[in-house]
């Protein structure tokens, strides 16, 4: 549904939809296109809002979520950011389990949105700022026993289909409609692996010769075979060396980008600076890549990628002195 023109009942109705820009600054040099949807101007700033909705959609469809139920979630941020959202419109109450190496502001902004926020230490060689798979694991235990003890209905993003449907259903098919189907290559940084599979599900389905690529940090390219020598990378929002993604499917993966924390920042800047896009560290890797990619193997062509999240939601890091 467009935005505009029409009254919405809820700021639920106003996720998705984005724009997609042609980032031609960037690409003054290069040859090809960069097209970039603006997934930072969901009510919650960031795409996780519409895996919030149709998770949260699909378990009231099914009956695994009762009215005045309890939701829990593991979250970097932005996934619960999006379920505060929803849960608030719905009436859920919601517990957002949170590594504390996540920047503060993200807390901050879900207890806004009236979520109980439950912040886990990291493991004692950690680093704020660098949310490790261990670190994740941590998290992951604390959520499943909130879930026993409050029985809550837990919105799984990393297990639930929903977080696939979302952009096979919505994200992938605005890229194809608004790029009038002249995208050639999709490229996204894997945190669950939701929007990287469902956008190239869709985007198959349309057209079987666009080549996908998977992104990751550099020193932590597990989906890529490698080994893990940089686990704390900073590129918040993936890069979890998990390699168990249930909707990661081989025919969907054309192949493989490492991006550095220095890249992903400096294209952060770039986009900030030349495009007037303020945006987090995962969307400057996918800048990165999509770089990567038109000067090597998809040179020429229109590749399309996500703005994933808010340069606001960084205001704590360096990613802005
Ligand atoms: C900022 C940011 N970038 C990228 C991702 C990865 O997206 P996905 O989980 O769909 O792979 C996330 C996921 O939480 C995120 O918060």
Redesign the pocket.
Same mark, same amino acid.
């Given at each position: 549904m467009s935005r505009e023109n029409f009254l919405i009942p809820s700021a639920i109705e106003a996720i998705g939809s984005t724009p997609l820009v042609e980032l031609s600054r960037i690409t003054k040099n290069l040859d090809g296109k960069i097209l970039a949807k603006l997934d930072y101007l969901n009510p919650g700033f @960031? /795409? /996780?809002d519409r895996?919030a909705r149709q998770i949260i959609e699909d378990a009231e469809e099914n009956g695994e979520l009762n009215p005045g139920q309890t939701v829990v979630e593991l979250t @970097? *941020?932005? %996934?619960g950011t999006g379920l505060a959202i929803v849960c608030a419109v719905k009436g859920y109450p919601f517990v957002a389990v949170m590594s504390k190496g996540n920047s503060s502001e993200r807390a901050r902004m879900m207890r806004a949105l009236g979520a109980e926020v439950v912040l886990v230490d990291q493991l004692p060689n950690s680093v704020p700022g660098q949310v490790s798979g261990g670190d994740l694991e941590l998290v992951e235990i604390k959520a499943q026993k909130l879930v026993k003890e409050r029985k809550a209905f837990r919105a799984d993003?990393f297990q639930l289909v929903g977080?696939f449907r979302a952009?096979y259903l919505q994200t992938g098919p605005e890229f194809i409609k608004q790029s009038k189907g002249k995208i050639q290559g999709f490229c996204?940084?894997? *945190? %669950?692996?939701? %929007?990287?599979a469902g956008c190239a599900a869709a985007l198959k389905e349309h057209d079987p010769s666009i080549k996908c690529f998977i992104v990751e940090p550099k020193g932590t390219a597990v989906l890529a075979g490698k080994i893990v020598t940089n686990p704390n990378h900073r590129i918040?929002? *993936?890069g979890y060396s998990m390699t168990d993604l249930p909707y990661l499917k081989t025919e969907y993966v054309d192949g493989f980008i490492e991006i550095s924390d220095e890249e992903a920042i400096k294209r952060a800047r770039q986009l900030a600076q030349q495009e007037g896009i303020f945006a987090?560290f @995962? @969307?400057g890797a996918n800048i990165a890549a999509a770089i990567q990619l038109l000067k090597g193997p998809l040179k020429g062509k229109t590749i399309a990628t996500t703005i994933?999240?808010s340069g606001l939601k960084y205001l704590s890091t360096d990613l802005w002195e």
């Amino acid at each position: 549904m467009s935005r505009e023109n029409f009254l919405i009942p809820s700021a639920i109705e106003a996720i998705g939809s984005t724009p997609l820009v042609e980032l031609s600054r960037i690409t003054k040099n290069l040859d090809g296109k960069i097209l970039a949807k603006l997934d930072y101007l969901n009510p919650g700033f @960031s /795409k /996780k809002d519409r895996i919030a909705r149709q998770i949260i959609e699909d378990a009231e469809e099914n009956g695994e979520l009762n009215p005045g139920q309890t939701v829990v979630e593991l979250t @970097s *941020g932005n %996934t619960g950011t999006g379920l505060a959202i929803v849960c608030a419109v719905k009436g859920y109450p919601f517990v957002a389990v949170m590594s504390k190496g996540n920047s503060s502001e993200r807390a901050r902004m879900m207890r806004a949105l009236g979520a109980e926020v439950v912040l886990v230490d990291q493991l004692p060689n950690s680093v704020p700022g660098q949310v490790s798979g261990g670190d994740l694991e941590l998290v992951e235990i604390k959520a499943q026993k909130l879930v026993k003890e409050r029985k809550a209905f837990r919105a799984d993003q990393f297990q639930l289909v929903g977080n696939f449907r979302a952009h096979y259903l919505q994200t992938g098919p605005e890229f194809i409609k608004q790029s009038k189907g002249k995208i050639q290559g999709f490229c996204d940084f894997i *945190g %669950t692996g939701g %929007t990287f599979a469902g956008c190239a599900a869709a985007l198959k389905e349309h057209d079987p010769s666009i080549k996908c690529f998977i992104v990751e940090p550099k020193g932590t390219a597990v989906l890529a075979g490698k080994i893990v020598t940089n686990p704390n990378h900073r590129i918040q929002g *993936g890069g979890y060396s998990m390699t168990d993604l249930p909707y990661l499917k081989t025919e969907y993966v054309d192949g493989f980008i490492e991006i550095s924390d220095e890249e992903a920042i400096k294209r952060a800047r770039q986009l900030a600076q030349q495009e007037g896009i303020f945006a987090g560290f @995962s @969307s400057g890797a996918n800048i990165a890549a999509a770089i990567q990619l038109l000067k090597g193997p998809l040179k020429g062509k229109t590749i399309a990628t996500t703005i994933n999240d808010s340069g606001l939601k960084y205001l704590s890091t360096d990613l802005w002195e």
